[in-house]
Nanobody, 126 residues
Framework: QVQLVESGGGSVQAGGSLRLSCAVS????????MGWFRQAPGKEREGVAA????????YYADSVKGRFTISQDNAKNTVYLQMNSLKPEDTAMYYC???????????????????WGQGNQVTVSS
């Protein structure tokens, strides 16, 4: 059974930092596109960042570029999202997703990902 388990979320004041983790099991971790998405109430799920595990190629939404960093640990089958300089508008449920193959130009599209985690809440207050 494929499982993606997110952790590391919580509540933080604006300007603070959090690091999300996505532990993958029952799935071939290498050479896959691993994405982070978020969804706030009343909004569509949006792509935040993605990484191709075969090359460490990374992709970022403009809204988080320079503040968030996606990385991985192949030995632990884990993907991370380091979130710095957090803003209230970053408040959302964050989801980890996985899809075999490269990320390409559609990394931010929810439909391209086969597997999803259950989500982890991030709340940023001012």
């Amino acid at each position: 059974q494929v499982q993606l388990v997110e952790s590391g979320g919580g509540s933080v004041q604006a300007g603070g930092s959090l690091r999300l983790s996505c532990a993958v099991s029952g799935y071939t971790y290498r050479r896959n596109c691993m994405g982070w998405f978020r969804q706030a109430p009343g909004k569509e799920r949006e792509g935040v960042a993605a990484i191709y595990t075969g090359r460490d190629s990374t992709y970022y939404a403009d809204s988080v570029k320079g503040r968030f960093t996606i990385s991985q640990d192949n030995a632990k089958n884990t993907v991370y999202l380091q979130m710095n300089s957090l803003k209230p508008e970053d408040t959302a449920m964050y989801y980890c997703a996985a899809e075999p193959g490269g990320c390409g130009g559609n990394w931010y599209t929810t439909m391209m990902y086969r597997y999803w985690g259950q989500g982890n809440q991030v709340t940023v207050s001012s």
